[in-house]
T-cell receptor, first 113, second 111 residues
Framework: NAGVTQTPKFQVLKTGQSMTLQCAQD?????MYWYRQDPGMGLRLIYY???????DKGEVPNGYNVSRLNKREFSLRLESAAPSQTSVYFC????????????FGPGTRLTVT | QKEVEQNSGPLSVPEGAIASLNCTYS??????FFWYRQYSGKSPELIMS????GDKEDGRFTAQLNKASQYVSLLIRDSQPSDSATYLC???????????FGQGTRLTINP
């Protein structure tokens, strides 16, 4: 089992460019999450999907969109990247929204210039 | 007031001593509490979970929960240099299908 995988690992964008971060899990988990981590800020929730077919905003959703493509995959899209979106992005999954042991992917380090 | 607060540190502890990490939360109805460890450049990994008042021990780690005072702590006994990492406290707020994380405490164990 690969667990939670994320692509790409690193990305540099220019302001205004768009991109999609991909996340997939092979643990048959129902719930998936996108976080961003900035120095001294801990993990902040961007969007989550409690189950296939549902998505909800987290603490910092502005500038992002998500798609729960199927049970395995949950993507995060930046439509028009801004320097403030420079961060490390983590995807996580958990068996159900009611079980909170979250399994994290390796992260994507994004720089917007 | 932030929903989950931790002292960001850095916290420096000599090898072999007890490291004590603290976390406070604002929602009295919170039911589930977690400690994650994150090594530099890596993703967080769960090391402890606690759901009821009191202590929960797992090897060198002890989680302590006091719901009346709204704090949760993590003790690391016989600290090792390999314990040097950032420790994140996470809380499931009442009725929410998500976790809220504190900002993390950076711990350094000095040989």
């Amino acid at each position: 089992n690969a667990g939670v995988t994320q692509t790409p690992k690193f990305q540099v964008l220019k302001t205004g460019q768009s991109m999609t971060l991909q996340c997939a899990q092979d643990m048959n988990h129902n719930s998936m999450y996108w976080y961003r981590q900035d120095p001294g800020m801990g993990l902040r929730l961007i969007y989550y999907s409690a189950s296939e077919g549902t998505t909800d905003k987290g603490e910092v959703p502005n500038g992002y969109n998500v798609s729960r493509l199927n049970k395995r995959e949950f993507s995060l899209r930046l439509e028009s990247a801004a320097p403030s979106q420079t961060s490390v992005y983590f995807c996580a999954s958990t068996p159900t929204a009611a079980t909170y042991k979250q399994y994290f992917g390796p992260g994507t380090r994004l720089t917007v210039t | 007031q932030k929903e989950v607060e931790q002292n960001s540190g850095p916290l420096s502890v000599p090898e072999g001593a007890i490291a004590s990490l603290n976390c406070t939360y604002s929602d009295r109805g919170s039911q589930s509490f977690f400690w994650y460890r994150q090594y530099s450049g890596k993703s967080p990994e769960l090391i402890m979970s606690i759901y009821s008042n009191g202590d929960k021990e797992d090897g060198r780690f002890t989680a302590q929960l006091n719901k009346a005072s709204q704090y949760v702590s993590l003790l690391i006994r016989d600290s090792q240099p390999s314990d040097s990492a950032t420790y994140l406290c996470a809380v499931n707020l009442q009725g929410a299908q998500k976790l809220v994380f504190g900002q993390g405490t950076r711990l350094t164990i000095n040989p």
